[in-house]
């Protein structure tokens, strides 16, 4: 890794290691303490409101009593009379009446005797005649005292009245709860941060503010059921999650139930999350931007410093090195000049020994190449003098005429060429033609010679005499063939591909052994495994190659033993002039 991205990986490092910290203090520490201490308020706040709720109620409801008895008549006396007259009506109707002026949270009052028959303090309750006579139908005997709510939410409570002396049943009383009045008294004006419920012991609501559900009431219940315990924990209801505080009063006749969203609960744990989340990413964009900016001051020099040593490395000598400074990268610097005019001196000495010797290697080929082109093939010539012979012998005078003329055409060409080192390819294929031709005059061995040339690749210009080795070894190391009927063929196809010439040269002889690939492939890096192949042909075409092109070419042969044997030759692209 590079020393830029080190620094870089490292400084992220630091900072992601902070901000994970901060994230766990924000999400697990600040979360759980926020959780507690909201746990802690709400349930001082629900213990203190169904305390609240007891107290209030049972002051409404002794004011209530104390109020229809505190006469010198009371309702249960005169509710209690066997004919109702004008008079008994109208001091009911008056006990009725006093009670609303005197408690405050009392809007209206109805009183019911034991046949039936309505008595109204108020016109208030008159809308709701209907409702309370279906529910006194159920409760008229039930309980002491009742509270409840209707559906438009309405508070009301009932108190069954008994004459004292000697006691007895007299009816029931109705009053209709000023609700603001009851909330105020409860502190519940302004309250709208959760769910409340208050309820009596039987379920019934009294009170649902905040959004609070009879739906959501009865899953809690579900859930949680009453009890003389307290309960404050998480509960998961069908529309999310809650924070459920519900507390009994004293005599478990009222209960208190907060319901709150743990989104509500824990708002300000979340939005510091979000808050620290948009930080961090603020931190870490911020931290790479000064990262880059501090690696780009210190990697600069280090940079322009590397990149003059890969050019160097490359072998340009000549490229300037601006960096300079009285640093460590400063004295660097220094030191790469004067290690770059001492590489240049050396490689120059270098290059000027290599090309002595190897202009030294080339000549030494050439005159081999030389001497081999000066003697031809002793047996060749040999053999073509005893072919002309016999021909003069049979007094065959065309036949040695042609052989002749063929033979001087060679021979000039071949002597033509010995000063040149690279010939055109089609020359060269030329050459190989005639060779073919004459090879067949004299020895009658049945062989064809064709080439497939593309148009572009003629004139590229080949090491003079390359191909011919080639032929001359597919010829006499490739025959006899396992039919003896069949033809020789020896095939040639050249093509550009990119900037390389593409020469490849098949015939279907004898083929060769995997071995002596192998050694021929050596040979091509190694010269003195080329001194072990038998013969020049071989040795002769892969030291041309090697000195011509350097590692600029390809020597590959592919062959499958009595079947076939492909050459393939890639040499730089090279034209006349070029």
């Given at each position: 890794?590079?020393?830029?991205?080190?620094f870089?990986?490292s400084?992220?490092?630091?900072?992601?290691?902070?901000?994970s910290?901060l994230?766990?203090?924000?999400?697990?520490?600040?979360?759980?303490?926020?959780?507690?201490e909201?746990?802690?308020?709400?349930s001082?706040?629900?213990?203190?409101l169904?305390?609240?709720?007891?107290?209030?109620?049972?002051?409404?409801?002794?004011?209530?009593?104390?109020?229809?008895?505190?006469?010198?008549k009371?309702?249960?006396?005169?509710?209690?009379?066997?004919?109702?007259?004008?008079?008994?009506?109208?001091?009911?109707?008056?006990?009725?009446?006093?009670?609303?002026?005197?408690?405050?949270?009392?809007?209206?009052?109805?009183?019911v005797?034991?046949?039936?028959?309505?008595?109204?303090?108020?016109?208030?309750?008159?809308?709701?005649?209907?409702?309370?006579?279906?529910?006194?139908?159920?409760?008229?005997?039930?309980?002491?005292?009742?509270?409840?709510?209707?559906?438009?939410?309405?508070?009301?409570?009932?108190?069954?009245?008994?004459?004292?002396?000697?006691?007895?049943?007299?009816?029931?009383?109705?009053?209709?709860?000023?609700?603001?009045?009851?909330?105020?008294?409860?502190?519940?004006?302004g309250?709208?941060?959760?769910?409340?419920?208050?309820?009596?012991?039987?379920?019934?609501?009294?009170?649902?503010t905040?959004?609070?559900?009879?739906?959501?009431l009865d899953?809690?219940?579900?859930?949680?059921?009453?009890?003389?315990?307290?309960?404050?924990?998480?509960?998961?209801?069908?529309?999310?999650?809650?924070?459920?505080?519900?507390?009994?009063?004293?005599?478990?006749?009222?209960?208190?139930?907060?319901l709150?969203?743990?989104?509500t609960?824990?708002?300000?744990?979340?939005?510091?999350?979000?808050?620290?989340?948009i930080?961090?990413?603020?931190?870490?964009?911020?931290?790479?931007?000064?990262?880059?900016?501090?690696?780009h001051s210190?990697?600069?020099?280090?940079?322009?410093?590397?990149?003059?040593?890969?050019?160097?490395?490359?072998?340009n000598?000549?490229?300037?090195?601006?960096?300079?400074g009285?640093?460590?990268?400063?004295?660097?610097?220094?030191?790469?000049?004067?290690?770059?005019?001492?590489?240049?001196?050396?490689?120059?000495?270098?290059?000027?020994?290599?090309?002595?010797?190897?202009?030294?290697?080339?000549?030494?080929?050439?005159?081999k190449?030389?001497?081999l082109?000066?003697?031809?093939?002793?047996?060749?010539i040999?053999?073509?003098?005893?072919?002309?012979?016999?021909?003069?012998?049979?007094?065959?005078?065309?036949?040695?005429s042609?052989?002749?003329?063929k033979?001087?055409?060679?021979?000039?060409?071949?002597?033509?060429?010995?000063?040149?080192?690279?010939?055109?390819?089609?020359s060269?294929i030329n050459?190989?033609?005639?060779?073919?031709?004459?090879?067949?005059?004299?020895?009658?061995?049945?062989?064809?010679?064709?080439?497939?040339?593309?148009d572009?690749?003629?004139?590229?210009?080949?090491?003079?005499?390359?191909?011919?080795?080639?032929?001359?070894n597919?010829?006499?190391?490739?025959?006899?063939l396992?039919?003896?009927?069949?033809?020789h063929?020896?095939?040639?196809?050249?093509?550009i591909?990119?900037n390389?010439?593409?020469?490849?040269?098949?015939?279907?002889?004898?083929?060769?052994?995997?071995?002596?690939?192998?050694?021929i492939?050596?040979?091509?890096?190694d010269?003195?495994?080329?001194?072990?192949?038998?013969?020049?042909?071989?040795?002769?075409?892969?030291?041309?190659l090697?000195?011509?092109y350097?590692?600029?070419?390809?020597?590959?042969?592919?062959?499958?033993?009595?079947v076939?044997?492909?050459?393939?030759i890639?040499?730089?692209?090279?034209?006349?002039?070029?």
């Amino acid at each position: 890794m590079k020393l830029r991205n080190k620094f870089i990986v490292s400084f992220m490092a630091v900072v992601l290691v902070m901000v994970s910290l901060l994230s766990l203090y924000v999400n697990n520490v600040l979360s759980e303490r926020v959780q507690e201490e909201k746990a802690a308020d709400y349930s001082a706040f629900v213990q203190q409101l169904a305390t609240s709720l007891r107290l209030v109620t049972q002051e409404t409801e002794n004011a209530l009593f104390n109020q229809y008895n505190n006469n010198e008549k009371s309702l249960a006396s005169l509710l209690l009379k066997e004919e109702q007259s004008f008079a008994s009506v109208s001091g009911i109707q008056a006990c009725l009446n006093h009670i609303p002026l005197n408690v405050s949270s009392i809007t209206s009052v109805w009183a019911v005797d034991l046949n039936g028959n309505d008595y109204f303090a108020s016109v208030g309750l008159e809308d709701h005649k209907d409702d309370l006579s279906s529910l006194l139908k159920y409760n008229l005997n039930e309980d002491f005292t009742l509270w409840w709510t209707d559906e438009r939410g309405e508070i009301f409570l009932k108190k069954d009245i008994y004459e004292p002396f000697p006691l007895k049943y007299a009816g029931i009383i109705i009053a209709h709860i000023d609700r603001h009045q009851l909330l105020s008294s409860l502190s519940l004006g302004g309250h709208t941060e959760s769910m409340l419920a208050l309820f009596t012991g039987k379920k019934e609501p009294l009170i649902l503010t905040g959004g609070m559900t009879q739906e959501l009431l009865d899953q809690a219940l579900t859930i949680e059921p009453l009890s003389y315990m307290p309960v404050n924990r998480e509960i998961a209801l069908e529309d999310g999650n809650y924070y459920m505080t519900m507390y009994p009063a004293a005599n478990r006749s009222w209960y208190a139930l907060e319901l709150v969203p743990m989104e509500t609960m824990m708002a300000l744990p979340i939005e510091l999350s979000r808050v620290v989340a948009i930080a961090s990413a603020g931190i870490i964009l911020v931290a790479l931007i000064i990262s880059f900016l501090i690696t780009h001051s210190l990697s600069r020099g280090t940079r322009q410093l590397l990149a003059s040593m890969e050019e160097i490395s490359r072998g340009n000598f000549e490229t300037s090195i601006p960096v300079v400074g009285r640093d460590e990268i400063g004295d660097l610097a220094a030191g790469v000049r004067w290690m770059q005019g001492e590489l240049k001196d050396v490689t120059a000495k270098m290059i000027e020994h290599a090309t002595q010797k190897q202009e030294a290697e080339y000549e030494m080929l050439e005159l081999k190449y030389r001497s081999l082109q000066s003697q031809i093939s002793p047996h060749f010539i040999c053999n073509i003098l005893s072919s002309m012979n016999a021909l003069a012998v049979m007094k065959r005078t065309q036949e040695i005429s042609t052989l002749s003329i063929k033979a001087s055409r060679y021979l000039r060409a071949n002597l033509n060429g010995a000063d040149r080192k690279r010939t055109s390819l089609d020359s060269e294929i030329n050459f190989v033609e005639e060779y073919v031709d004459l090879y067949y005059e004299i020895y009658q061995n049945p062989c064809r010679f064709t080439a497939d040339v593309a148009d572009d690749a003629g004139e590229c210009l080949v090491p003079n005499m390359i191909l011919q080795p080639l032929v001359e070894n597919a010829l006499i190391h490739g025959y006899p063939l396992d039919d003896p009927d069949q033809t020789h063929e020896i095939a040639l196809s050249a093509q550009i591909e990119g900037n390389e010439l593409v020469i490849l040269l098949s015939d279907n002889g004898q083929g060769m052994s995997q071995e002596l690939i192998e050694r021929i492939s050596r040979a091509d890096a190694d010269i003195e495994q080329s001194r072990q192949l038998k013969g020049f042909g071989l040795r002769g075409v892969l030291q041309r190659l090697h000195l011509l092109y350097g590692e600029n070419h390809t020597f590959s042969i592919n062959s499958k033993p009595g079947v076939m044997t492909i050459i393939t030759i890639r040499i730089p692209c090279q034209y006349e002039g070029g």
